[in-house]
């Protein structure tokens, strides 16, 4: 056979006709189909004619519309996340709702948005990710889970659980009979449709559990710890049986289900007694247990195993992310938190919320359209939340809880969100549900998981929560201190108000440490300065006449106690830290290791070590209310400042770019190179601790002097200390002289300022230059009393919950006589190694800072600046130091006081030191409220 081929042409397309001779003598002609041509582009541009519609759907191309609706839902969600977390709620809510926003019962509703938004072509790839998505969160769930809780509270967990799952399943179970017959059709089992309507009520989502329990600061509450731990038994058992559920669905007879059943126990085992022990090795293997975390090849290695279990248990029969759940529960407990960081923030931000709008899509509540449909629902809500809140509630009762954490026990516990709109979405995929009854539980799963946060602080509010841990604190010190003797409460009422030998330190980041050790030098004294004499400490002892009188001794015992705080976020990876034991956790953090090695085997010092894991924004509480369970006496908080890496980049790299500049950069403000970035976030919290703590609060600021801090940490240094009266005045004297008397490195300079209303002759002696006018008691002179202040709120008057007020007149004579007491008792006789000098000035802030800066300038030792913070009972600086500020502005806006809120953290006096530069290091001191010197429950 031979042919022939001669193309021909139109204007539109390519034809080739071919004579194709089959035998001799017989001829064929005939048409070809027109040849394939390459296949153009998707348009690229907006501007392309032929592509009006920019989002158009595009099956060569779906990556555009894709991307389009990542950014619809995950903005929807997160704005509505935003506003639902002003009450409390979890981001879980506002994902479920945005789902529904998109989706046929709201947005659908506006002519095209679906055809256009959401056509039905886009929804497989949209569900691909999505599933993708449920997989991983799946896995992350299975990591989360960890049985060491409910083994540490077997019995009230076990009970909890167990009951908490038999009755609300029996209960769902009666009332799964008559929507199936009002709803379901013939299609569906009725034994599988009550398993699965029976799973559906009585499981207890824990991840949302969880989350609940961070934003109400129970997860180390004894009550959340108990709710965290039943919950986790009611997770695992709940996932077994909608498995099992789902097996029933896919199993064509009796016998394949027991097949399928016996398959996953296998393929269980396979993981537990093979799988767990091999990741275990390749963990050791690759050095995964380290400080790093788990190396690229054993992360790559989980995720395959997380991949192929789920490939396994889809095809047995189940479902896809019981496989994932299961190689989370083998993953070692070692690299879990490390392994969560690295996946958990994509599924959580994108992932996630991509399946929740894809149930919002399945979801219409327009079906719930008459009387007869709502009495179901209503009837669906009310059983799924009381079985759960008093079956739990009871069992919460019986194993001796009160009325109010049984309360809260039963909320918690009745919590769905999560984890049954998964379930829900499996059983709508599966045919077990039908689109009115998925309706039906997605309304009941959004009215339970709302009503939990409100009810459970309803029932366990706070303040009740603080003074039940209180109590049960105070029984267990009752029951330790008891047999032991009156030592401790003879001691108790023969130490001296003044002397502080109780201390708390707060340790929040590595960046701090250096202040911490510097402070904790100032305590006691280098090794190369024991064999020094040492001078006395502050105790009471009884003269001749039986008064009791200040003497100095330096046997008086000294003990830090160390606050180690770390962040809870809404991270899994936090939560699971968390829920880690805190011995555990203290005995694995590095910081806190390095501080007590320091204190214990450098200064001698005994300390204890506590762990607080809570949120940012309650930091201070925490801080306040563990120096008050401490009965601490003084509360330090370190502040190391240093010049931040951006800026000297930005000075360093100079260039045409370096030199232009930006018009628009100071509408975001711009910092100086000296300034930390977090330092205004961490002058908030230090002004919140000043406000909420009863005991003294010691503010250490290392400036960052290098040459100084080492010279601190190894050698001798020196303390200025200008004292211009009131109780904070009163309170950094005491301390000074307690510090001079324990460490003989240490020498002092006192200044005792006296205002003057005219111009003084230390005034002339310091050759100010500057005119001085007659000074009120509250800092203003005669000009300036009208005239408007630009600084006015730049100190600790501005008004606020957490800021110092200034004082009325009625303080003056009380305070004064407090100030003059003060000064005989600590200063008659003068201890050694301090310098005592007195000063009466009509600028008091300034000839101070003189005064400061030549003592520095004279001095080859590093010089701490001590101060009082606030003007409770004490002369104000506040139109002096205005004027101060506004005659050395650039400094101010190249430097740490840039931000208000450090400037109102550190003070009048601290802003002015700050300012100048002058010292190396800066202890701003503030009085505790309940009395010098004394916390609360001293």
Not at 463 to 491: M, N, Q, V, W
Not at 654 to 673: D, E, Y
Not at 684 to 691: T, Y
Not at 857 to 874: E, Q
């Amino acid at each position: 056979m031979s042919s022939t081929i001669s193309p021909s042409t139109t204007a539109s397309i390519a034809k080739v006709t071919a004579t194709i001779v089959a035998q001799a003598g017989a001829t064929l002609l005939t048409t070809l189909p027109p040849a394939p041509t390459a296949t153009k582009a998707a348009a690229a541009s907006i501007f392309d004619p032929s592509k009006p519609n920019p989002v158009a759907f595009d099956s060569t191309n779906p990556l555009i519309l894709f991307i389009l609706q990542a950014f619809l839902i995950v903005t929807l969600s997160r704005i509505l996340g935003y506003f639902l977390g002003k009450i409390r709620q979890p981001k879980v809510i506002a994902e479920v709702v945005a789902g529904l926003l998109v989706g046929p019962s709201v947005m659908g509703r506006i002519p095209n948005f679906t055809r256009r938004i959401f056509p039905t072509q886009s929804v497989p790839y949209l569900s691909l990710v999505a599933n993708i998505g449920l997989c991983f969160f799946l896995f992350l769930v299975g990591m989360e889970t960890d049985f060491t809780v409910f083994r540490r509270n077997a019995r009230a967990s076990l009970s909890i659980s167990l009951i908490g799952m038999v009755i609300p399943f029996a209960l769902g179970a009666a009332v799964s009979k008559p929507i199936y017959d009002n709803f379901v059709g013939d299609g569906v089992k009725f034994g599988t449709f009550l398993l699965f309507i029976g799973v559906a009520n009585a499981i207890t989502a824990f991840p949302v559990l969880a989350r609940i329990l961070t934003e109400l600061e129970m997860l180390q509450n004894h009550v959340g710890v108990i709710v965290l731990a039943a919950g986790v038994g009611n997770d695992v058992v709940g996932w077994v049986l909608l498995a099992l559920a789902i097996a029933l669905v896919n199993a064509a007879s009796g016998l394949i289900v027991l097949y399928v059943i016996l398959t996953s126990i296998g393929w269980i085992l396979f993981l537990f007694l093979l799988g767990r022990p091999a990741l275990q090795w390749l963990g050791r293997k690759t050095g995964s247990y380290g400080e790093k975390g788990p190396s690229e090849t054993m992360t790559c290695i989980v995720v395959f195993t997380m991949l192929a279990s789920s490939w396994v248990t889809d095809r047995i029969g189940i479902h896809a992310i019981f496989g994932s759940f299961l190689v989370g529960l083998i993953v070692p407990h070692k690299i879990r938190h490390a392994l969560t960081e690295k996946i958990e923030d994509l599924v959580a931000v994108l992932l996630l919320p991509l399946y929740f709008a894809l149930s919002g899509l399945k979801t219409d509540l327009g079906l719930l359209a008459n009387g007869s449909i709502w009495g179901y629902v209503v009837c669906v809500i009310v059983v799924a939340f009381f079985s759960k809140f008093l079956s739990c509630g009871i069992v919460a009762k019986l194993n001796g809880m009160d009325w109010r954490e049984s309360g809260a026990v039963g909320s918690l516990m009745a919590c769905k969100g999560l984890v049954e709109l998964i379930v829900l979405n499996i059983g709508l995929n599966a045919g077990i549900l039908n689109p009115e009854v998925f309706a039906m539980f997605v309304t009941m799963a959004l009215v339970t998981t709302f009503a939990t946060t409100p009810l459970a602080l309803a029932f366990y509010p706070k303040t009740f929560r603080l003074e039940s841990e209180r109590r049960h604190r105070e029984k267990h010190t009752a029951s330790i201190s008891t047999g032991k003797g009156s030592d401790d409460g003879d001691e108790k009422q023969t130490a001296s108000p003044d002397l502080r030998t109780r201390f708390t330190v707060v340790l929040e980041q590595f960046d701090h440490l250096p202040a911490v050790f510097a402070f904790c030098k100032l305590l006691r004294a280098p090794p190369q300065y024991s064999a020094l004499p040492a001078a006395e400490d502050a105790s009471e002892k009884e003269d001749s006449k039986g008064k009791t009188v200040v003497a100095h001794s330096t046997s008086s015992p000294l003990s830090i106690s160390a606050l180690r705080l770390i962040e809870l976020t809404d991270r899994t990876s936090a939560l699971m830290r968390a829920s880690t034991s805190k011995t555990s956790l203290l005995a694995a953090d590095t910081l806190s290791t390095i501080f007590r090695t320091f204190t214990l085997s450098t200064l001698g010092i005994p300390t204890t070590s506590s762990l607080s894991i809570t949120p940012g924004e309650t930091y201070a509480s925490s801080v306040a209310q563990h120096a008050e369970e401490q009965r601490s006496q003084v509360l330090v908080l370190p502040w190391a400042l240093k010049e931040t890496a951006h800026a000297k980049e930005e000075e360093e790299a100079g260039g045409l770019l370096a030199q232009v500049q930006n018009p628009f950069a100071s509408l975001f403000g711009k910092s100086g190179a000296a300034v930390n970035e977090g330092s205004p976030l961490y002058a908030s919290f230090v002004r919140r601790v000043f406000a909420e703590a009863a005991c003294d609060v010691a503010l250490f600021v290392d400036r960052g002097v290098e040459s100084a801090s080492r010279s601190l940490l190894t050698g001798r240094s020196h303390i200025f200390f200008a004292f211009h009266g009131g109780s904070d005045d009163r309170a950094c004297l005491a301390l000074l002289v307690q510090l001079v008397a324990r460490n003989p490195s240490l020498e002092a300079t006192i200044v005792r300022v006296e205002r003057a209303a005219e111009p003084t002759q230390d005034d002339r002696d310091e050759e100010q230059g500057l005119s001085t006018k007659a000074n009120t008691r509250d800092g203003r002179t005669s000009e300036e009393m009208s005239t408007p202040i630009l600084f006015s709120q730049l100190t600790v008057q501005g008004g606020g919950a957490t800021d110092t007020v200034y004082p009325t007149i009625h303080h003056d004579i009380e305070s004064d006589t407090a100030d003059s007491l003060a000064f005989t008792q600590h200063l008659t006789p003068l201890p050694p190694r301090i310098n005592f000098a007195p000063l009466s000035t009509a600028l008091p802030l300034h000839l101070t800072l003189a005064r400061a800066r030549a003592l520095s300038s004279s001095l080859s030792v590093p010089l701490t600046i001590l101060t009082g913070r606030s003007r409770r009972d004490a002369p104000s600086h506040t139109n002096e130091l205005a004027t101060y500020l506004k005659a050395n502005l650039e400094a101010v806006q190249q430097g740490l006081c840039a931000s208000s809120e450090v400037r109102r953290s550190l003070g009048d006096l601290g802003t002015a030191y700050c300012v100048s530069g002058v010292g190396a290091n800066l202890l701003v001191v503030q009085a505790g409220l309940s009395g010098v010197g004394k916390s609360k429950d001293v």
